[in-house]
């Protein structure tokens, strides 16, 4: 299992993914807040999860700034 945290701020959003003994599983980063951050996302998480890990998507709740990415990530089918 993985858990996949994102800390939302109005221009970056950072990454970071643990595995399930609480360590870092892959290299934080960070991606844009607009549309080619979110398709880059996307891209960094199926690469990442090539063999269908399970993983949690944990996404803070920032208002505004939250909302485009929780609703391009659900409209995904994450």
């Known amino acids: 299992?993985?858990?996949v945290g994102i800390d939302v701020t109005k221009e970056k959003h950072y990454v970071r993914i643990l595995g399930s003994t609480n360590e870092f599983a892959f290299k934080p980063f960070w991606?844009?807040?607009g549309l080619l951050g979110l398709r880059e996302l996307l891209k960094?998480?199926?690469e990442l999860f090539l063999?269908?890990?399970d993983f949690i998507i944990?996404?803070?709740s920032t208002g505004?700034?939250?909302g485009n990415l929780y609703e391009y990530i659900t409209d995904a089918d994450y």
């Open 44 to 46: 960094r998480l199926a």
């Open 31 to 33: 991606i844009y807040s």
């Open 58 to 60: 944990g996404v803070e």
């Open 51 to 53: 063999d269908n890990d």
């Open 64 to 66: 505004a700034f939250s």
């Open 1 to 3: 299992m993985y858990y």
